[in-house]
């Protein structure tokens, strides 16, 4: 099979997608809503560890997911993976609330490698945990990027916390969190404010969407980004 069908073949699988400035993926012919690495629970466990870091510091992601269901009305939201950093605090309670109070909607886990709360404490929520990658229509959901692809498919996952450095004259640079494209792996931003993001290395054949303020930009100009 050429490169050329292929890449016909992809963008046909993102054209699906829409890409939100809020750092998530929406397919609207589905109702469905993806998001990666929220990390609820980050700062409570910063402080279990003696490092005081307010609680409120969440409180904007919450507002704006809660935003996002309000004004797409998903049918189902997927998280790929790291819903929460690390083990049980009571953020959790405050997690587990959110998602309680949204009756119509289905909540899917993909399970990632921060997710490490005990298992009782997820048959309590109404999230439904998937340990592996999950297959929906052509679409292969997973926490970190899959190394191996059926072909014809789109892996969307998590983990790497994508951002693009953008260099200007002298010194002065800026990065942005990213969508990140590779070959047919789609490796979505950090949802969570409390996450940072890892300067990715562009490859040619890489695609990288910028995250702003205000709007989703492709970047075409792989010798101006590093």
Not at 53 to 68: A, M, N, V, Y
Not at 169 to 189: A, M, N, S, V
């Amino acid at each position: 099979m050429n490169s050329t069908f292929l890449t016909i073949q992809l963008d046909s699988l993102l054209d699906s997608l829409t890409l939100l400035k809020e750092k998530a993926l929406w397919m609207p012919a589905k109702k469905r809503l993806f998001l990666a690495d929220t990390h609820f629970g980050k700062a409570g466990h910063f402080r279990k560890a003696g490092i005081p870091i307010p609680e409120e510091i969440h409180t904007s992601d919450f507002q704006k997911l809660g935003r996002l269901l309000a004004n797409l009305q998903p049918r189902e939201v997927y998280i790929l993976g790291d819903l929460f950093h690390s083990d049980w605090n009571g953020e959790w309670d405050a997690v587990n609330a959110f998602f309680h109070s949204y009756k119509n909607i289905h909540f899917h886990l993909i399970l990632g490698n921060h997710d490490i709360l005990k298992p009782f404490h997820y048959r309590q929520s109404v999230l439904q945990v998937h340990d592996t990658g999950l297959v929906v229509d052509e679409f292969i959901l997973s926490h970190e990027p899959l190394h191996a692809i059926p072909e014809g498919k789109l892996n969307l996952c998590g983990h790497l916390h994508p951002g693009i450095r953008l260099r200007g004259k002298g010194r002065q640079h800026l990065c942005l969190p990213c969508f990140f494209l590779r070959k047919d792996r789609l490796i979505l931003p950090a949802f969570g404010r409390f996450t940072g993001a890892s300067s990715v290395q562009v490859m040619e054949g890489d695609r990288i969407y910028a995250i702003t303020p205000n709007e989703v930009i492709p970047l075409n100009l792989p010798d101006k980004v590093g």
